[in-house]
């Protein structure tokens, strides 16, 4: 049987109120397998990152139900929806989102310190989280220090460092030159199917379209498989 990790039913998010008011997701039914990558792609306003921030509990849904792993978020208050997110989410964005004054591997161990997990054990999980992205070499360099692909790989590992079940990506290879993009692609590609992990992506690059498992567009709010 397929191991369902994300599952939206009838998703309708509104944002805004009176003249300002936005029907940004209209009827969404989704479901996502574990070890599929999963390419999410639109014009801008379309509805893309408002539908990412649904499913990664970061916005909760005007109507319908989002399930992850199985549990069902309805009626979860911030905390919880925070700890779910903690539990069985990573982000990964485009600007990647590293402090200049810490080097990789106390980037990555940011992850671990929001749950709390200051432990020995953290410095060792930091450190196989990247050699998994291919930079246990980079350690103790600092942002300024690494490419912009090498920025998005250690973004990458922070992702990974708490083992999540889901990844969400924004527009990973946004500010990537292509050759450097379709490496990081082939990166969540390996991570989704060696790990039965569940990645969906955002993105522009018609380049990337054959490169996941599955390729979904949303136009309007509405989803066109």
Request: with cysteine.
């Given at each position: ?23 940004a997701l ?156 379709e490496s ?42």
């Open positions: 049987m397929t191991n369902i990790m994300v599952e939206a039913t009838d998703i309708v998010k509104v944002l805004g109120e009176k003249a300002g008011r936005v029907n209209r009827g969404i039914n989704l479901s996502l397998p574990g070890g599929q990558l999963t390419l999410l792609m639109g014009p801008s306003g379309s509805g893309k990152t408002t539908l990412l921030s649904v499913l990664g509990c970061m916005l909760s849904p005007t109507s319908g139900t989002v399930r992850i792993r199985g549990r069902s978020t309805t009626g979860l208050d911030s905390e919880a929806l925070a700890r779910l997110r903690r539990e069985s989410v990573g982000f990964v964005f485009q600007s990647y989102h590293l402090f200049p004054t810490l080097t990789a591997a106390e980037n990555v161990r940011l992850a671990l310190d929001v749950r709390g997990d200051r432990s020995p054990r953290a410095r060792s999980k930091a450190d196989e989280a990247l050699t998994t992205v291919g930079l246990s070499h980079k350690a103790n360099a600092f942002p300024r220090e690494l490419s912009g692909g090498e920025q998005q790989r250690v973004a990458i590992a922070r992702a990974l460092v708490n083992d999540p079940s889901i990844i969400y990506a924004d527009e990973p290879t946004g500010n990537l030159d292509s050759h450097t993009g990081i692609i082939e990166l969540l590609l390996e991570v989704a199917r060696h790990d039965g992990r569940t990645l969906i992506v955002v993105t522009h690059d018609q380049h990337l379209a054959s490169r996941g498992d599955r390729l979904l567009r949303i136009e309007d709010g509405r989803l066109i498989e």
